[in-house]
């Protein structure tokens, strides 16, 4: 008898363990704002991806092979905007100084055209860019995530990389009170663009804390991790897509569409300010071109004595990034479709004129930046993170679903999100898009083109020896974020933690205002800028930048506190 009431309380004992695994899953590494190490450093959007990067640095991975760790896991963890479903782009610097871009930016499928998404009467058909079927650009990150394994992987084991997502998917996590907001609050937008059933919704509304499986998501990734890249474009997977669309009676994305994706080696952006050189992407992201432009109209003007976040500080800033804002619009496209005048953007004589009616007494107007025949209008989830290894390797890299989880149209049987990144073309010349942004011919919709991007994963190095690694989310308020925590850096001194969490602000052309962080605008200083006619505007939270940086023979990384953005360090 009492070895019968022993074995039961063993049962009992060992089934309330089994309970509390499978009630709170994965245990989550707390958030780590800051930390400083001479080993390798991760900084992602969520703390189960930074600790899967640590984790492949630590069996001897180099960053590249922590970066495919830490994008298949952020699909997994973070599902607002990690993407197998979606796109972008790598900026990675070797220990020995070679440097590369990886441009692994979503296309339009072959069916779409310029006038996809206007009615007969030429107006734009509101959200059809932005949510559901048509919303979806052919994705582009897991042949990007095989291009840089097999040029760059040392572990050079597919199964090893993924292992941490396909856990995280299969035994599950705990939802942030965040994320359980933001699914409680979508609720609808998932029913309404899925006929089946998703993971992401939960009619007695989620909890803070509640567990987060994906099992069929992380069915997916076990076939990729066997059957490598062409079981996402040929295999089950690129089935599950092609289903999808014909469950919603929608011709978009075709087997061919998928089978001809290919993502593209690019030649870095890269230029000198000071003893700095900076590396940034090149088109079909405008980020490294307007970043180079921005550093280029502050040298010229030659002004070392700008207080930070003084009047003239937010307003030098914000002209330079109207002029630059309207070069995009004007030119700014898909390298393979439209002749993008790089050179002559850079040009210093060019920057020279484009900087010379800036007036400190009085505001431009946007109005006369803007061509008006060419000219049509551009819109949020996007995740970056940076990574050194031991030996020197830096990775950078954005990567979207464009808005927060993208199109919402799950991949039927597949369980990913599908991104809305089509949206991020200029859908009629002058109309803007979810970001604000207007753009002309050089970014309308053409089969196969890549949409235009404001992603700008950079990497600078002194010295020969990796400086910053930088990026952030935040839509078209990505380039003047990746801008302002560099000045911060390089001209106001700011310390590593301080250049990431001040309060930033932002200028984009159109609307003619400048939107601040709250907090940044005292009495003096809105008076003094409403007196010079500029318009102002306090607007939610800019961009969750993730920088490493150099202190000594370490690095420090540094977190976003906007977000539950963390860092992990190798062990
Ligand atoms: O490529 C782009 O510029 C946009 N799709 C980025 C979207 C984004 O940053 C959303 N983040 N908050």
Not at 205 to 211: A, E, H, M, S, T
Not at 216 to 229: C, D, H, V
Request: proline residues 3%; hydrophobic residues 40%.
């Amino acid at each position: 008898m009492r070895n019968l009431i022993h074995r039961f309380i063993i049962i009992a004992l060992l089934l309330t363990w089994a309970c509390k695994t499978s009630q709170t899953g994965i245990t989550v590494s707390p958030i780590v704002k800051e930390a400083k190490s001479n080993k390798g450093i991760v900084v992602t959007a969520s703390s189960l991806a930074s600790r899967a990067g640590t984790s492949i640095l630590e069996q001897g991975g180099n960053a590249i092979d922590a970066a495919i760790a830490v994008m298949f896991a952020l699909t997994v963890v973070y599902p607002e905007a990690g993407n197998i479903g979606g796109g972008g782009f790598l900026i990675y610097r070797e220990r020995n100084g070679q440097t590369h871009a990886l441009d692994f930016r979503e296309k339009a499928p072959a069916v779409a055209d310029s006038k996809y998404y206007l009615n007969q009467k030429a107006d734009v058909v509101d959200s059809l860019s932005q949510e559901g079927i048509y919303s979806i650009g052919v994705p582009g990150t897991v042949d990007g995530i095989f291009q840089m394994f097999d040029k760059f992987s040392k572990l050079k084991n597919i199964q090893t990389l993924m292992h941490p997502a396909i856990q995280y998917a299969e035994i599950g996590y705990p939802l942030s009170k965040m994320q359980a907001d933001q699914l409680n609050h979508l609720q609808s937008r998932f029913l309404i663009n899925n006929k089946k059933e998703t993971a992401f919704v939960k009619f007695s509304r989620w909890k803070q804390g509640d567990l987060f499986q994906q099992k069929q998501l992380a069915e997916t990734l076990k076939r990729i991790a066997k059957n490598g890249r062409d079981e996402f474009y040929q295999g089950k997977t690129a089935e599950c897509m092609i289903n999808t669309m014909n469950a919603h009676q929608k011709t978009w994305i075709s087997k061919a569409d998928l089978s001809n994706y290919h993502s593209v080696w690019r030649t870095p952006i890269q230029f000198q300010y000071n003893d700095y050189t900076i590396i940034s992407m090149p088109p079909p992201s405008s980020g490294g071109v307007h970043l180079a432009q921005l550093f280029g109209m502050y040298e010229l003007l030659g002004r070392s004595d700008l207080k930070f976040h003084s009047s003239e500080h937010i307003q030098l800033f914000t002209e330079f990034e109207r002029r630059v804002y309207a070069d995009r619009a004007m030119f700014l496209g898909d390298p393979e479709f439209y002749p993008v005048p790089v050179k002559q953007l850079l040009n210093k004589n060019y920057l020279k004129k484009r900087i010379a009616g800036i007036d400190l007494q009085q505001a431009s107007d946007s109005r006369d930046f803007i061509d008006k025949d060419e000219l049509s209008g551009e819109s949020e989830e996007t995740t970056h993170f940076s990574i050194i290894d031991k030996d020197g390797n830096a990775a950078s890299i954005t990567t979207a679903l464009n808005g927060s989880y993208g199109s919402f149209v799950v991949a039927e049987g597949a369980g990913f999100l599908l991104n809305n990144e089509m949206d991020d073309f200029s859908v009629k010349p002058g109309v803007p898009n979810a970001y604000g942004l207007i753009g002309s011919k050089a970014n309308a919709i053409a089969a196969n083109k890549r949409m235009l991007s404001s992603m700008t994963p950079t990497i600078v190095v002194r010295g020969n020896r990796v400086e910053y690694i930088v990026g952030t989310p935040g839509g078209s308020t990505i380039i003047t974020s990746v801008f302002q925590v560099l000045m911060n850096l390089i001209e106001f001194h700011l310390s590593p933690s301080d250049a990431v969490q001040s309060l930033r602000f932002h200028h984009q052309l159109l609307p003619d205002c400048i939107y601040f962080e709250k907090g940044i605008l005292d009495k003096k200083l809105f008076t003094d800028l409403k007196n010079k006619k500029y318009n102002l505007l306090v607007r939610e939270q800019i961009g969750r930048v993730e920088l490493i940086a150099r202190e000594g023979d370490s690095f420090i990384g540094v977190a976003d506190q906007r977000g539950d953005d963390s860092v992990a360090i190798e062990n």
